[in-house]
């Protein structure tokens, strides 16, 4: 079985994670995930039989990426509601808060985001450095674009703009990547990265995240 978390491939992504599980970016304190969009009225109104609406339909991603970085939270708070514009009523704005004994994480997902796919971003803070992916997936050279910024960049009260841009290497189809290593699991009977134990985890996150008692 594979669930069609794409953005665990993206390449950006996987140098953030590699970053912060390495502990290059020291203690991990705040993640800010973002899948904004903009739909049609028609594309809103079919997301109603959603139990989160649009945090069910693509904050899901979010939810991910956040728990693959920080872990298991110790309490969600969501907070989704209806813009009511176009007089659809659906659940079309989806934020949500993640606490953590040392920080917390955010998951937002937006409908109504004009231009909101070029602003798909992910950001991780840490006590050594920040990394911030932004667009999430590809920019005009078909390629996510990172920013690192390291502490030892900075100085002591030193307000300027500190960081370095970490070239990625070119995206295909974005879900190139998550396809092919499902049909090496199959056809190569390889053991997945993710467990059956994390992913049960993770779907119980996203029904919390869209305001469901689980």
């Not at 959603?50 to 970085?69: A, T």
């Not at 937002?108 to 070029?118: F, K, L």
């Not at 667009?135 to 100085?155: A, F, H």
């Not at 997945?192 to 996150?205: G, H």
Request: neutral net charge; proline residues 6%.
């Amino acid at each position: 079985m594979q669930l069609a978390y794409m953005y665990r491939y993206n390449p950006a992504v996987k140098y953030c994670l590699d970053a912060a599980r390495s502990g290059a970016l020291g203690e991990i304190f705040r993640v800010q995930a973002i899948m904004n969009t903009y739909h049609p009225p028609k594309k809103r109104a079919w997301m109603k039989p959603f139990p989160g609406g649009n945090m069910f339909y693509l904050g899901y991603h979010m939810v991910d990426l956040v728990m693959l970085i920080m872990g298991e939270p110790e309490r969600i708070i969501p907070f989704n509601k209806s813009t009511g514009f176009d007089e659809v009523d659906v659940t079309d704005t989806g934020f949500a808060v993640f606490e953590y004994k040392n920080g917390i994480a955010t998951a937002e997902a937006s409908s109504n985001d004009v231009n909101g796919y070029g602003r798909r971003s992910l950001l991780v803070c840490g006590s050594k450095g920040t990394i911030e992916i932004r667009p999430l997936e590809r920019d005009y050279n078909g390629q996510p674009k990172l920013v690192l910024s390291l502490k030892e960049m900075t100085r002591e009260r030193d307000y300027t703009d500190c960081k370095s841009y970490t070239p990625m290497p070119p995206m295909s189809g974005r879900y190139d990547a998550m396809m092919l290593e499902f049909a090496d699991l199959i056809e190569n009977k390889l053991e997945n990265q993710f467990t059956y134990e994390y992913e049960l985890m993770v779907q119980k996150a996203v029904l919390s995240a869209c305001g469901m008692q689980v």
